[in-house]
């Protein structure tokens, strides 16, 4: 680390929170320019040098995003810097969505300064708050401001650690303009930082209640396993496998994070499963609703999947952290058993007691198991089946069906370690594609305005390893932040964006086409508001102006491979960002 200040001990406050920052062993900061944090934004680029990367950002969603991406790859907060009251409010959704994806992030903010007689006339003012943290207070974990230098490390190491613990989320720390910007008139000791920020334990199980779960689990004859945030730990990618094939448990994924291999012939996800299980075990989902549920989009009438009397066990965190505020936690499910823990902790002690039970079993109880596998191999393969009838019918499509251009993207990446980031072509990428190993997919993107910023996050996390990363990016999420191109191209991301181009933000145009249907308006106007056309953005040409390798529009399906592979050639030779604009169909 080369330090470009002329002193080698702190003298400003802002040097005293790096050494800080270091200690914690932060990598990355991801920020958009702010004087409430001048004194910061020196002291890391020249005080501290080049120890902790700066990510410079158009827009504090996108720094948001990066961090997002970022943790959810590495398990490890990366920090982001908003600037006082404004570029928090600018930030907050890319928070809120951190927090809803249990995601951990630090984010400091510059505030004040607290003194009054320190503040620069009129615009000191309008960007302070009393207390800036009530912003975000409602979807972060912790939120604090110190006011004395003294503090700062032990509160920056608090923060550090809430951050971290399970269920995971975003913390904000606000750093006075005035502590920054003030000499350092008594040292600082930051001796003790990693006993002030050492994690706790993960949260065990009580045993017996573990031991009740195992049973149950075990006497089912047709259980099934909804699976949430598990995958988060990647050795729980390979436990749940174990668990599955050792019991004979289908397998259903919600795609929060990659929890289970998709080929695997007991990942039933998108079959009628659920509908014939005695038993449903939720492995750390938080919405147990959305996968157990049939949904009549027009009329919001909900049915459950599950039959009558289908015993419901529950494996994760429950109610620990849950929001006062967001009702992210969706509707209360009745549950037979509820096992708190961290699944990191509990599924391989899962595991075991089901071995143990099963070691007893006679011979015609392994049979009953035997066979309900076999139907969950039935299923899977009449799934995929019918997935690859439907694929087929679409594939002379032009524009390109979602399917021909999720199977042409394949045909390339599948030569490569690849990674996908976020989005998934309408879920038609985990029908064709091998997510194979935990590292593949950090799980799905959370909404429009969250996916182009998240994937820079990803592959800044890959940023050397060899993989190639892809992005399935929908043209609407782009279309809110295609200032977030010149971060890939500024910082050599290994990113390629192959566009999933309808020309229209379809998810809601769809609603437009429902609601027409059923209350007898013209459906030719369900378009008005909702198409991204005429003019149509020229999305290759616009990566070209930020410095990508680029190429398209692409219309014809049979010219996709080829585009998909001179752009994956492209980054997999120069580590830097390329993208593919096909246009096609609308889902």
């Known amino acids: 680390m080369v330090n470009y200040a002329p002193y080698s001990e702190p003298v400003w406050g802002s040097d005293v929170m790096v050494d800080v920052l270091r200690g914690l062993g932060l990598k990355y900061v991801a920020l958009n320019p702010g004087s409430s944090f001048r004194g910061l934004h020196d002291s890391l680029v020249n005080y501290g040098g080049d120890e902790i990367t700066m990510i410079e950002c158009p827009h504090e969603k996108i720094a948001m995003g990066v961090a997002h991406g970022y943790a959810k790859v590495t398990g490890e907060p990366m920090a982001v810097i908003l600037h ?17 994806d249990r995601t951990p992030v630090l984010v400091l903010g510059g505030s004040g ?75 600082v000791p930051l001796h003790d930082l990693d006993r002030l920020a050492a994690l706790p334990s993960a949260l065990g199980p009580e045993p017996t209640a573990l031991r009740d779960l195992a049973e149950r689990l075990c006497a089912a004859d047709r259980p099934v396993m909804v699976l949430g945030h598990p995958g988060r730990h990647p050795e729980s990618f390979d436990t749940l496998v174990r668990l599955a094939e050792e019991v004979g448990i289908g397998a259903v994924e919600t795609h929060w994070r990659l929890n289970f291999p998709n080929r695997h012939e007991l990942n039933v996800t998108g079959s009628a499963t659920l509908e014939r299980a005695d038993s449903v075990l939720f492995v750390d989902v938080k919405d147990m609703g959305k996968a157990t549920q049939r949904l009549e989009s027009a009329t919001r009438r909900i049915t459950s999947r599950l039959a009558a009397g289908t015993t419901i066990l529950d494996l994760g965190f429950n109610d620990v952290g849950i929001s006062s505020w967001s009702e992210d936690y969706a509707e209360l499910v009745p549950t037979d058993l509820q096992v708190t823990a961290d699944t990191s902790v509990v599924l391989p002690l899962l595991l075991e007691e089901c071995r143990n039970i099963l070691a007893q079993e006679p011979p015609s109880r392994q049979a009953q198991r035997e066979r309900w596998r076999e139907e969950l191999r039935d299923l899977h393969r009449d799934t995929w089946e019918g997935w690859r009838r439907d694929a087929d019918k679409r594939a002379g499509d032009t524009p390109v069906s979602t399917a021909r251009l999720a199977a042409e993207v394949w045909d390339v990446v599948r030569e490569h370690d690849w990674v996908l980031t976020a989005g998934t072509a309408a879920e038609w990428a985990l029908r064709t594609w091998d997510f194979d190993r935990p590292h593949r997919h950090p799980g799905r993107q959370l909404g429009t305005a969250t996916q182009i910023g998240i994937s820079l996050g990803v592959a800044l996390a890959h940023k050397g390893t060899g993989r190639l990363v892809v992005d399935l990016q929908p043209d609407g999420d782009l279309m809110f932040d295609v200032g977030a191109l010149w971060v890939a191209s500024r910082y050599e991301l290994p990113l390629l964006v192959v566009m999933f181009n309808n020309r229209a933000y379809y998810n809601d145009w769809e609603h437009q086409e429902r609601l027409a249907r059923q209350r007898g308006t013209p459906l030719d106007r369900a378009a008005i508001g909702m198409a991204i056309d005429t003019p149509a953005p020229d999305f290759a040409a616009i990566a070209r102006g930020f410095g990508w390798w680029a190429e398209g529009p692409v219309t014809d399906p049979d010219a996709v491979q080829a585009a998909v592979r001179r752009a994956a050639d492209h980054v997999a030779a120069t580590g830097c960002p390329a993208l593919v604009d096909v246009v096609c169909q609308p889902k």
């Open 84 to 100: 006082d009251l404004v570029g928090l409010l600018h930030g907050t959704m890319g928070v809120y969505y951190a927090y809803i």
């Open 113 to 187: 300064p607290a003194d009054h007689v320190r503040r620069r006339p009129n615009i000191d003012w309008i960007h302070s708050a009393n207390v800036q943290g009530e912003a975000v207070r409602a979807y972060t974990k912790w939120d604090h401001e110190p006011r004395s230098l003294a503090s700062v490390p032990a509160i920056l190491a608090r923060a550090h650690r809430i951050a971290r613990e399970q269920p995971a989320g975003p913390v904000y720390i606000a750093l006075d303009a005035g502590l920054q910007e003030d000499r350092v008139s008594n040292q």
